[in-house]
């Protein structure tokens, strides 16, 4: 019998892709929201997802889950796309519809890394001063570092849109210090780049190993090269998980009318 209404899947990354097959393999239906057709093109054709792409804001979110009868919310955006994630948990609590957070595992930083908090903490300290520096922070953090381009050599990886090299220019990165690749990067190639531009330090987000995260810890230790990681945001969820069977369980409890706790 075909359930009725939607559990609704704040997608994008690969984590939200395997997610998602799970949750269709136990019957759900499913509705997955993205921002990006490169992030749309990710999910297989099938008749228990449909895919919606877009920027949403509060009145967007009401309207979805309205009109796709959403029964809960997993959230399995990007572990810094926090806004997406405070608007959705402030709109599931008034509204009453079960919302589970979906946190990809975090990896243990070997003892060539430095953790900072933000990245006000790494602009307010001495780390990238007269250093060769791989910013591989995603584009939007790049205008954080307009006025360190006296003060150091920064070179950034960007994901191959018009959009990110956009931004890396108006951030005042030359075209030569900027290299457009999409993830997953192996460890030859992270080596090769790295040696390529003489670099002496890396900044990273602390993004997981679907991030490429523990590909950048083995060869800064490899290479002798500091790694400084940007924590995640922190935000109070409700309900969080690493677990699959997590989630498979919370789609049980939705389509049950039972409060998942």
Known sequence: MKKAGKLWLIGGTGDSVDLVQHIVDHSFPCVVTVTTPTAYDLYPVNSMITIEMGQLDPIGIQQLCHQETVKGI??????????????????????????????????????????????????????????????????????????????????ARILPRLESLKMALNAGFPESQIIALRPPISLELERSLWQQWDIDLVVTKASGKQGGEDIKAKVAKELGIRLIVIKRPSLPYPQQTEQISDIIEFCYHCFQGVNYV
């Open 74 to 155: 997993i959230d399995a955006s990007h572990p810094f796309a926090i806004n997406i994630s405070r608007q959705v948990i402030e709109f599931s609590q008034a509204e009453g519809i079960p919302y589970l957070r979906y946190e990809r595992p975090s990896l243990k930083l070997n003892d060539q890394a430095i953790s900072l908090d933000s990245f006000e903490d790494l602009l307010k300290g001495n780390y990238l001063e007269n250093k060769r520096v791989l910013l591989t922070v995603g584009c939007q953090a790049l205008a954080k570092f307009k006025s360190w381009h006296k003060k150091a050599v920064l070179y």
